[in-house]
Structures are given as structure tokens and as C-alpha cells.
């Protein structure tokens, strides 16, 4: 049988013909405000007396446009990721922000009408034959209208929040774009950018991973004034405009965002830190492979093993088929036609931009995979990561537009999932030790990730939050803070702390989603336990995965697993299940290294 040889590079004329050039594709973007506008005119128009047939109407138009916008949005995303020179991409993209922008009104006045209309009257709406599919989103734009306060003052909010919220998010990433770091990188004295100094954690040397990690240190100990101030700000426009509503509590606006019970985060949380003993004792037996007491937090991410092995695009994508197969024909042969159609940007050239993402194109029902592949196991992960995700969003093309925007913390269940058949497998037919080994560090890196990592993030967060309601927060405060998270978080595992960390990530600076942590932990264990279940299950498993896919926008989280997993995730139980598919893959390293040694 003769292979079939993939592409590489992917197929964006199938969508616009000549990329940012394409005349079809300026026409699409200025053809978009006189929508948008349209758009926003008839939603300005409803009245409380709505008939379900003009509410369901206006609601088609919206979604249009919101598809329109996300199309253009995905076609952008690929243009300039696959050549950070184009600058007419670029400039496109600006125009598309502020035709965004332009339909922001809309959505808030749609809220503001839903919570004005009296409970017997929307009830009648959502039980009427045309609404009734909009029964969660409709409801939660308008539990969400009820809590803030009135159209004027929210417009107010947000009109303010240009210059006095999210710039500061903008001010902190020209920063942080300004800064260079002197490393000395085995005997060579390099000017690096935070990025690429951050890439070196990974360098084989020691003394390069400490010279980098002490560099970022020094420059942000130099510069922590300026990034004080900027979290102090951009937290305390938050807060404050929490406050005018009337929300006590920081957690209220992140919690409602991923649709979940604090009740819920509080177990994910107990569970987690009732269990580090085992992610300890991985930290300790990796600190002693490196020939330390205690793991330094410059030396998390040193390789302990050289991965030798290196697989070909081709090997990649064959591996990816026959592992999906496994677990279900659909995936398989979805992911069979992404490889062959053109979806996916894996080559290996100049002017890419770094790291990967997956995007949709939803007037095409298609979605783009970017990366760069260099022939890694580690790529392989990661390509079945990204094709996780269009595999969700091939899943949710049954449902209607309004009813596919899931959260952040259902967003990764799915790609951790692809990428968990893929891992488990590289492991499983891993030859040498050696491999096996790596293989396996690769995977608990993410667990300890997940649950110490962001667990000290989260606590960090937390904390500062409550503190600068009581006013500003010094820079000894706020490395204090972090240094104990770390601490705690790490359950006494760590040696030297990284007590910059909260100046140095760019998480606690995104204005767009408060609280960028644990939605990442939860995504990770949830997919873990619906791993379980379909290994357990076999390939009948697929249908129900495929359902709760559908149903990942338009239910609680609460709802969703226990309508498809049948689990209680406001318990401990659920989560200590994920957790201690974790802790096994801690006792095979550390029974493999002893052999080993
Ligand atoms: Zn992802």
C-alpha cells in the first residue's frame, strides 16, 4: 500500500483566494459595520412586548453577524500566525477590532431588555416553539443583566474601562515587550527578550537555567515599581466596579464566566491539596536525578533524559490516526480529513509566529490548526492537542451558533483528551527506558503544572484581591504573597521560590477573563475523568462523549457531568479520581528511575 504524504502547509484559498490580498476577502470586511449596525438598530428597537417570532428573528440576525465576525476573526488569526510580516493582516485586523467593538452594544442591550421583561412574560417566550433552544443563554444573559447595574452606568463601565481597565493590560505588555535580560549563556553574554530568556528554564545546563531564571529576577526587581502599579490598577478598576454592583465577593464574575458553583471549585481545591504528597515526591526524586536536595524553581522544566526518538510529520500524523482509531471512528476519521484536506500549518520555517492554537471558521465549518512541527514527540501531543479541539467544534456544528460558546473551562476538554490517547500510547510503545522515562516526566510536568503551579497562582490571586480592597499593595506585599503561595502550593517541595512570578506572568494582567488559572486545572481533571470512562467503556463510549460535547454551552458544569458522566462534581470523590490517574503514572516514573539507577 502506498502512503499518502499529508500536507504541511495548510489551505486558506479554500475560504479567501490570496490571503490578506484577497479582494473578496476586503469586500467581506467592509461589507461587515452596515450589518453590524443594522444589527445593533433593530435590537435598539425591541420592547418588552417582543412577540417570540421578532425575538427569534432579531436573534438570527445577531448570530450572522457574530459568525461573520468569528469567520473573519479565524481567517485573520491564520494570516498573521503564518507570516508575522504581513502587514496588511495586521492592519485588517485592526479594522475587524473595532467592527467588534461596534457590536458590543448589542449584546448589552439584549441582556438589559431580557431582565426587563416580567418573569411570567419570559417564560411564555422561552416555552414558544422559536425560543425555546435559547433557554440557558437567554436565561443566563438575563440573570447576568439583573446583577449588573443599568444600562447607562454598565455602558459608562465599560466606555471607561478603554482608557482605565484594559490598557493597563495593554501598558503591561509593552513593558514586558521593552525589557531585555543579559544571560550569560555558557560563556556568551546574550540580549535576550523575556520570551526567549523564559525558553532557556528547559536548557540542559544548569548553570544556564539559574543564570536566566537570576536574570528575570534582577530585571524585574528593577522594574517591580512600575509593575505594582499597573496590577494595582488594573485590579482596582475591577474591583471597584464590582463594588458599584454591589458583588462582595472577586470569585462572583470568574465563577459565573465558566458557568460553575463555588461549592465546586472548593472541592476541585481540597481534593488537590489533600493529594501532593505524591507530586512531592516526583519533585524530590526528580531534584536528585539533577543531583539536588530540593527542586529550584529555575530547574522545574530541565530534562532529566535526552528523548532521542524523533518522528517525521508523516510518522506523526499515522501515529495520531491509529491511536484516535482506538478509541473511536469518528475521531479517526474526522481527523483523517483534516490531515488530507489541508487544515493544519506544521511546517517548519521562518517568520512563524510561535506556539500553536486551533481556530474555527464557521461559515466553512471548518476549522485551521497552527503550529510548528519539528519532529518531537512532544509535537505529536501537541497536534493532537489542537486537533482535539476541532474535534469539538466539529461536534458542536448540530447546534445553533448562540448555543456553541463554551467556557474556558470546558474549552480544554476535548484537546487534553485527543492529547491524553496520544501520550498514554507514546509511553505504552515507548522502546527504550530512556524514552519511557521522558515520556512519562512529559506527562507529570502537566499534573504538577496544573495542581501546584496554578493551585500558587490561584492562591496568590485570591489573596492579593482581598488585600487591595483595603487599598494599594506594596511590592514587598505582593512578593511576600507569592512566595507563600508558592510555598503552600508546592507543599514544601520547593527550594528557591520565584518571588517575581506575579510580575513576570502575563496572566494576571488579562483584562478580557478574570482569574486565568483555575479554569486550566478544572479543564485538565474533568477531561481526565471522561478519559477514564471512555477507557473503560471502549469505542461505545464515542456517541456519549459526542453528546457531551454538544451540550458543553448550554448547561452549568454542574449539570454536564452529571446528565453525561453521571458525577457530582460539587464532591471531593470526582475530583481524587482524576487525581489518582495521575499519581499513577508518579509511581511508574519513580519505579522505572529506581530500576534504572
Ligand atoms: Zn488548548
Redesign the pocket.
Known amino acids: 500500500m502506498a502512503t499518502i504524504k499529508y500536507p504541511e502547509v495548510w489551505d486558506l484559498d479554500v475560504f479567501f483566494e490570496g490571503g490578506s490580498e484577497s479582494l473578496a476577502f476586503h469586500q467581506f470586511l467592509n461589507d461587515l459595520p452596515i450589518k453590524v449596525e443594522n444589527v445593533v438598530t433593530q435590537v435598539q428597537a425591541l420592547t418588552v412586548e417582543v412577540s417570540a417570532s421578532e425575538l427569534r428573528n432579531v436573534l438570527n440576525q445577531f448570530t450572522n453577524v457574530l459568525m461573520e465576525i468569528s469567520h473573519a476573526g479565524g481567517m485573520l488569526s491564520c494570516l498573521t500566525a503564518q507570516n508575522t510580516k504581513d502587514k496588511t493582516a495586521l492592519l485588517l485586523q485592526g479594522q475587524l477590532s473595532t467592527i467588534s467593538a461596534s457590536f458590543a452594544p448589542a449584546i448589552l442591550r439584549l441582556q438589559q431588555l431580557l431582565s426587563a421583561i416580567d418573569d411570567a412574560r419570559f417564560n411564555e417566550l422561552l416555552a414558544s416553539q422559536e425560543i425555546n433552544e435559547f433557554t440557558f443563554i437567554l436565561t443566563e444573559w438575563r440573570e447576568q443583566a439583573k446583577q449588573k447595574l443599568s444600562e447607562q452606568e454598565e455602558s459608562l463601565i465599560s466606555a471607561l474601562g478603554v482608557d482605565g481597565y484594559s490598557s493597563w493590560g495593554q501598558l503591561y505588555n509593552m513593558f514586558i515587550g521593552d525589557i531585555k535580560v543579559e544571560v550569560d549563556v555558557e560563556g556568551e553574554n546574550k540580549l535576550l527578550s523575556v520570551g526567549q530568556a523564559n525558553n532557556l528554564s528547559s536548557h540542559p545546563n544548569e548553570e544556564v537555567r539559574k543564570n536566566a531564571f537570576e536574570a528575570l529576577e534582577k530585571v524585574f526587581t528593577e522594574k517591580e515599581e512600575f509593575f505594582a502599579k499597573t496590577l494595582n490598577h488594573l485590579a482596582g478598576y475591577r474591583l471597584t466596579s464590582y463594588k458599584k454592583r454591589g458583588w462582595d465577593e472577586v470569585l462572583q464574575e470568574p465563577l459565573q464566566i465558566n458557568r460553575m458553583k463555588q461549592e465546586t471549585l472548593d472541592a476541585m481545591w481540597g481534593a488537590i491539596a489533600d493529594n501532593k504528597a505524591p507530586f512531592v515526591k516526583f519533585l524530590e526524586t526528580k531534584a536528585q536525578m539533577l543531583g539536588k536536595e530540593k527542586m529550584d524553581w529555575y530547574n522545574f522544566d530541565a530534562p532529566v533524559t535526552s528523548l532521542a526518538t524523533t518522528v517525521s510529520y508523516q510518522e506523526g500524523a499515522q501515529f495520531i490516526l491509529k491511536h484516535f482509531g482506538k478509541f473511536g471512528a469518528q475521531l479517526e476519521a474526522f481527523a483523517r480529513k483534516a490531515f488530507e484536506d489541508g487544515w493544519i500549518e506544521a511546517e517548519d520555517r521562518d517568520n512563524k509566529r510561535p506556539g500553536g492554537f486551533?481556530t474555527g471558521l464557521p461559515l466553512a465549518n471548518e476549522s485551521r490548526i497552527f503550529m510548528t512541527y519539528s519532529g518531537t514527540m512532544s509535537n505529536v501531543s501537541t497536534l493532537a492537542?489542537?486537533l482535539g479541539?476541532a474535534f469539538h467544534t466539529y461536534a458542536l456544528c448540530p447546534m445553533n451558533p448562540l448555543n456553541r460558546r463554551y467556557a474556558m473551562n470546558v474549552?480544554?476538554t476535548a484537546?487534553t483528551f485527543a492529547e491524553m490517547i496520544v501520550a498514554d500510547a507514546a509511553v505504552e510503545e515507548a522502546q527504550a527506558t530512556e524514552d519511557k522515562i521522558a515520556l512519562l516526566e512529559d506527562k507529570i510536568q502537566r499534573s504538577v503544572a496544573f495542581f501546584m503551579n496554578i493551585h500558587a497562582r490561584f492562591l496568590f490571586e485570591t489573596r492579593f484581591y482581598e488585600e487591595r480592597k483595603r487599598g494599594i499593595v506594596s511590592t514587598k506585599r505582593l512578593n511576600e504573597l507569592m512566595e507563600e503561595a508558592q510555598r503552600e502550593a508546592f507543599a514544601g517541595a520547593l527550594g528557591e521560590a520565584h518571588p517575581h512570578f506575579w510580575a513576570s506572568k502575563m496572566h494576571f494582567y488579562i483584562t478580557g477573563v478574570p482569574f486565568y488559572n483555575f479554569p486550566y486545572t478544572f479543564g485538565y481533571l474533568f477531561s481526565l475523568s471522561i478519559y477514564a470512562k471512555a477507557k473503560e467503556e471502549g469505542s461505545a463510549f464515542e456517541e456519549k462523549y459526542m453528546a457531551l460535547l454538544r451540550d458543553t454551552a448550554i448547561m452549568t458544569v454542574e449539570d454536564l457531568a452529571m446528565k453525561h458522566l453521571g458525577e457530582d462534581i460539587t464532591k471531593r470523590d470526582f475530583w481524587e479520581k482524576g487525581i489518582k490517574l495521575c499519581v499513577r503514572d508518579v509511581e511508574t516514573f519513580i519505579q522505572l528511575v529506581s530500576k534504572e539507577g
Request: glycine residues 0%; aromatic residues 0%.
Open positions: 486551533c492537542h489542537e479541539h474549552a480544554e484537546s
